[in-house]
């Protein structure tokens, strides 16, 4: 006998989610007359995963679903394996009519989640029930401020589901909390709508989203989890058609990227010294650019240095050890010098082997000699610098190479200026040929100096120009 019942129940709850499925309520209350509790003994005998009424509100059978509810109004409140009640899935579906049902039955079925920590008002937007979601949300204002397990709010899943609509609607409704939401981050990246939106280039979202006063003052300056604002992602996102009209559209809007902007202030520094024709920056980066040297100074001048550092050394060498006019041996011994007052009492004169233009103009000489040594010790150091191994990159050892070659040359010019006042009996006949070649020296030995001197400011200028970036950008980031 218990068997028999056993079996008569298991037919009727069978008959009943039938009955749900075609919607047939002159099944359903033939039922309830026959076994008027077998709605109550869903939850505990049923093995089935929803209750017929998630059945009838999925299907949209309207009367069925009012009939079982005036008969047991909790069933409202129940949930299937996916812990999804039935509003749930009459949300989701759009089926409006049963929606205010299940609100008049149980209106608190609107904050409860599913296992995706989901409300029905989320499966609305998500599907685009846009009737559905004003619905739910003045039978609980509340649920707007309700996120999934993802922190993603309504707004973020109107952005994610491209339900623009659904979006404008809920920003015009200025619920309390609706500005904070708009500029609130996801826990999967703390992505705002606007990141969102232009992540997935939706250009109408955007567009709409930087009109709103809320976005432009506040959450275009969040960041993200990797530290993007979403001027950044559209900067760094895959130029296409969409990412440009984003991009246009933010430009239009006067809104430019921290790295467009640090580019715009640098062209338009430079833009104002461009102008400043005068400006002693525009002057020194003008002569930087003209004496600035397209190869390799040190390897392409460092045989010619060496040659050169050799040959004065030689000829000043030679002109020492063997100068013009040596007096040879003779049975005349040392003579008296030409004048005796000169020099100190007891000095024997000119003697064999030594210059007889010393004994002519000594004093002259003396200056000669002393010229045509500079010139070779500067020369030998030049030379030593070449072969010592020292690092002639550094801008010191290049100084110093072109400090001691100019050196040289220079006193190996004077050398030659004494030498030939030594060897011409009237000077006044060469007078005017050492004067222009005195001045051209001179002139060209000028522009040298000056050409070492502005070298080295432009050098200290551009050290102190990139120490003063490198402070910038570490203020900027």
């Given at each position: 006998?218990?068997?028999t019942?056993n ?5 009727r709850?069978?008959?009943?989610y039938?009955?749900?499925?075609e919607?047939r ?12 509790l077998?709605?109550?003994r869903?939850s ?7 209750t ?6 999925l ?14 109004p909790?069933?409202?409140l ?28 149980g ?15 989320h499966?609305?937007v998500?599907r685009?029930r ?14 707007l ?6 922190g993603?709010t309504?707004f973020?899943l109107?952005?994610m589901y491209?339900r623009?609509?659904?979006?404008k609607?809920?920003v015009?409704?200025?619920?309390d909390g609706?500005?904070?939401l708009?500029i ?10 606007l990141?969102?939106a232009?992540?997935?280039?939706q250009?109408?979202?955007?567009s709409?989203?930087i ?9 275009l ?8 604002t ?14 440009l009209?984003?991009q246009?559209?933010l ?16 062209a338009?520094?430079?833009e104002?010294?461009r102008?400043?024709k005068?400006s ?9 650019q003209?004496?600035v ?9 460092r045989g ?15 002109t ?7 007096r040879?041996?003779d049975?005349?011994?040392?003579l ?25 103009q000594?004093?002259v ?6 010229y045509?040594?500079?010139?070779f010790?500067?020369?030998?150091c030049?030379?030593?610098?070449l072969v010592?191994?020292?690092?002639l ?24 200026a ?11 006949d ?9 001045w051209?020296?001179n ?6 100096v000056v ?5 080295f ?5 551009k ?7 490198k ?7």
């Open positions: 006998m218990e068997i019942n079996n008569e129940e298991e037919r709850m069978r008959d009943l039938k009955a749900a499925q919607g309520v002159s099944t359903l209350n033939t039922l309830l007359q026959q076994d008027p077998i709605l109550h869903l505990s005998q049923t093995t089935f995963f929803e017929p009424l998630h059945v009838s509100t299907l949209g059978h309207l009367e069925f679903t009012r009939t079982l509810l005036a008969r047991c909790k069933l409202a129940e949930s299937d394996s996916s812990q999804r009640t039935p509003l749930h899935l009459a949300s989701a579906r759009g089926h409006m009519h049963t929606v205010k049902e299940l609100l008049q039955a209106g608190e079925a609107c904050l409860v989640h599913d296992q995706e920590h989901r409300i029905p008002l499966h609305a998500m685009g846009r009737d559905v979601v004003l619905e739910l949300i003045t039978a609980s204002p509340e649920s401020r309700l996120h999934d397990d993802k993603k309504i973020h109107c952005v491209n623009l609509d659904i979006l609607d809920l015009k409704l200025d619920t609706t500005h904070e708009l609130k981050g996801d826990l999967d990246g703390k992505n705002t709508v990141h969102l232009i992540m997935l280039k250009v109408e979202t955007v709409y989203l009109s709103i006063q809320t976005i432009i003052s506040e959450a300056n969040l960041k993200n989890d990797m530290g993007y979403a001027t950044d992602i559209v900067e760094r996102s895959p130029k296409d058609s969409k990412s009209e984003i246009v559209i430009m239009d809007r006067g809104i430019k990227s921290r790295r467009k902007e640090r580019i715009d202030g640098v338009s520094q430079e104002r010294c102008k400043e005068w002693w920056r525009y002057v020194l980066e003008t002569i930087d003209w004496l040297y397209n190869g390799d100074w040190l390897e392409d001048m010619n240095l060496s040659t050169v550092a050799t040959v004065i050394s030689t000829m000043t060498f030679q020492v050890l063997s100068p013009r006019g040596i040879p041996n049975p005349l011994g040392c008296p010098y030409k004048d005796e007052s000169e020099h100190d009492k007891g000095s024997s004169g000119q003697c064999p082997g030594e210059a007889m233009l010393a004994y002519r000594t004093h000489f003396s200056l000669f000699i002393m045509n040594t500079i010139s010790v500067t020369s030998l030049v030379a030593l610098l010592s191994g020292v690092p990159k550094h801008r010191f050892v290049m100084w110093l190479l072109s400090i001691g070659m100019g050196i040289s040359i220079t006193y190996l010019t004077n050398a030659y004494v030498g030939l006042v030594l060897i011409t009996p009237d000077v006044h060469i007078d005017q040929v050492m004067t222009i070649s005195s051209i020296f002139a060209l030995r000028a522009l040298t050409y070492s001197m502005v070298i400011v432009i050098w200290v200028v050290k102190l120009k990139a120490k003063a970036g402070q910038l950008s570490q203020v900027v980031q």
